[in-house]
């Protein structure tokens, strides 16, 4: 969550239990859904990166080598 506030620009708009809701304005308004738990299950991050990924126009590559750096 936090990279993709700090590295793609999301912000955190809303949070119901345990589910934040972050919201991009670049290239067009985006809102996603990530769980705050400390692990993802796979299937879940996979469909976070493919949101992001496709919104931005980028490789889910991309998006996991600024989680390594």
Known sequence: MATLSRSWGYRKVNQEGSHVTLQTDEPTRQRVVVPD?????IGTLNAILRQVAGHKGITREAILATIRS
């Not at 738990?37 to 299950?41: D, G, M, T, V, Y």
Request: positive net charge; aromatic residues 0%.
């Open 37 to 41: 738990h400390k692990i993802l299950r």
